[in-house]
T-cell receptor, first 113, second 114 residues
Framework: SQQGEEDPQALSIQEGENATMNCSYK?????LQWYRQNSGRGLVHLIL?????REKHSGRLRVTLDTSKKSSSLLITASRAADTASYFC?????????????FGSGTRLSIRP | NAGVMQNPRHLVRRRGQEARLRCSPM?????VYWYRQLPEEGLKFMVY????????ESGMPKERFSAEFPKEGPSILRIQQVVRGDSAAYFC????????????FGPGTRLLVL
């Protein structure tokens, strides 16, 4: 799999339930970011977590980072219909140039009313 | 504070024509990135620019594609002699201090090559 691979590829849950998405990567990173993309729209930045951080919160979002397992998870609590979107993780690899971030292929989240 | 602006939002070209995509970064941002997204896929890095300099173009196809970020004006992604395979959404992002900081994305330009 490529750097920044999300799991599952698609997730459908009932409104009000919690949604968990995972991201695995291969090389050491400086940071990892989660983005949301509504259909046909641009990306909205959600959270950036640095390699020396283990957990961050923002409203109903909780992101964890386990550098020993090279994985991250995004938890959305009390899901709403408006959370329906694709969610991408993006890693900033620890290259010498550190000039780009690498996106996974995303998790498509659907919230059923 | 306006976000990242891209225009046009939609662009239709016939094979062999040129496509010019424009990106104005957020105010105060001097780092610009271009990405390409095919349907149902993630974004693929193309190029990273600072004012008047290309920093990393490792994701750019070797031919027909070029990018610039002049001292004045928007960043331009130029695709010459477009082919059907160039049809995609092209996103621009900007940041204040390079890729280790948050990148803010524009709404994208959807290019369709007929």
């Amino acid at each position: 799999s490529q750097q920044g691979e999300e799991d599952p590829q698609a997730l459908s849950i009932q409104e009000g339930e919690n949604a968990t998405m995972n991201c695995s990567y291969k090389t050491s990173i400086n940071n990892l970011q989660w983005y949301r993309q509504n259909s046909g729209r641009g990306l909205v930045h959600l959270i950036l977590i640095r390699s020396n951080e283990r957990e961050k919160h923002s409203g109903r979002l909780r992101v964890t980072l386990d550098t020993s397992k090279k994985s991250s998870s995004l938890l959305i609590t009390a899901s709403r219909a408006a959370d329906t979107a694709s969610y991408f993780c993006a890693t900033a690899p620890m290259y010498s140039s550190a000039s780009k971030i690498i996106f996974g292929s995303g998790t498509r989240l659907s919230i059923r009313p | 504070n306006a976000g990242v602006m891209q225009n046009p939002r939609h662009l239709v070209r016939r094979r062999g024509q040129e496509a010019r995509l424009r990106c104005s970064p957020m105010k105060g941002h001097s780092h610009v990135y271009w990405y390409r997204q095919l349907p149902e896929e993630g974004l693929k890095f193309m190029v990273y620019l600072q004012k008047e300099n290309i920093i990393d173009e490792s994701g750019m196809p070797k031919e027909r594609f070029s990018a610039e970020f002049p001292k004045e004006g928007p960043s331009i992604l130029r695709i010459q002699q477009v082919v059907r395979g160039d049809s995609a959404a092209y996103f621009c992002a900007s940041s204040q201090q390079g890729a280790l900081e948050t990148q803010y994305f524009g709404p994208g330009t959807r290019l369709l090559v007929l």
